[in-house]
């Protein structure tokens, strides 16, 4: 067997360990004489794997008893049009939603909600006509234009396909409106440092980045926020119904939750979250520092206080390269270091279960391909 060192921005590279444990337990789980892929999901056995990771969560990310954590479906991208569904489109008080865009992903959230209530742009760092500078910094407090009624204020904390990421919570609680719940899509950070989940009212991720398989999507919501839907919103869609049913209204994802309960357990071996983040931050640093010293070979356009210790996007000076990088790059058995095509080049996607030797792979082959090509 062969194992390259997986920089996929998504579905990511999972730990190790946890799929040698589903490999060993495919087939015959505990002794159940079948996988959970074909157990009941009303039965004993895997209502204890659904208990089991929720309340694995819960320690990981501190989650305050008055949340409700759901397993739910449709990705992130169901949660862009799920969110103003249940929180905005039956507003009592016809309030709009406020959205901060950082990138593609909370612009997309953006344009989704769009399509269901009222919502205005509360700040854009999009550098105006000048597309080639993207999106690279997080908003300074003068940019911000929120409204201190908003049914919700929704942002991305950290930015997938531009590596811009909101590193201090409560630094941003700072600067936002007391009263209006914050909306996160945390779907590429979620679990890789501590978060303050109270200063939050809603947070969510989609599992393939730093969860688990795609096809679960992870939801933790402040209770005050559910039963604000409309009446007419269809069923699988009402947070409050899910929560009211345990995330089982209908059959959940289950092969999917049972590997992120696995994930969460592997969590805990690494010192947790904190663990983690000392980790994550080894990586990031590793991997900036080649970009930084290359004398302007690679080149990373992120604002230095909110670059991603996920996602690290970088281009090289010299375009011509790219395809060489990329095809050297994959003999050398680093995978998925391809640039998202709005904004090309490569970004290496450095997730929770990528080990630092993986990093360190991927900077000792970019120090030798600079050096061979400067
Ligand atoms: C990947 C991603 C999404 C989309 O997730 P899907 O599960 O494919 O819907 C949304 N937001 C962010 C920040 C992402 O990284």
Known sequence: MHRVW??????????????????????????????????????????????AAEADLRELLGIPAQYKVLFLQGGATQQFAQVPMNLLAGDQDRRSADYIVTGSW????????????????????????????GFTRLPRADELDLDPQAAYLHLCTNETIHGVEVHDDAALAA?????????????????????????????????????GPSGVTLVIVREDLLGRAP??????????????????LNTPPTFAIYVAGLVFQWLKRQGGLAGMQAINREKAELVYAAIDASQGFYKNPVAADCRSCMNIPFTLAKPELDKPFLAEAQAAGLLGLKGHKSVGGMRASIYNAMPLDGVRALVHFMNDFAAKNA
Request: one cysteine or more.
């Open 6 to 51: 997986n920089f996929s921005a998504g579905p990511a590279t999972l730990p190790t360990e946890v799929l040698l444990q589903v490999q060993e337990e495919l087939l015959d789980w505990h002794g159940a004489g079948c996988g959970v892929m074909e157990m009941s999901h009303r039965g004993k056995e895997f209502t204890g794997i659904l208990e």
């Open 106 to 133: 909370s612009k997309k959230a953006f344009k989704e909600a769009q399509r269901i209530g009222q919502v205005r742009q509360a700040a854009s760092v999009e550098a105006k006509g000048q597309v080639a500078d």
């Open 175 to 211: 600067l936002l409106p007391a009263g209006v719940p914050l909306v996160a899509d945390m779907s590429s950070h979620i679990l890789s440092r501590p978060v303050d989940v109270s200063r939050y009212g809603l947070i969510y991720a989609g599992a393939q980045k730093n969860i």
């Open 231 to 248: 009446a007419g919103i269809p069923t699988v869609m009402d947070y409050q119904v899910m929560a009211d049913n345990g995330s089982m």
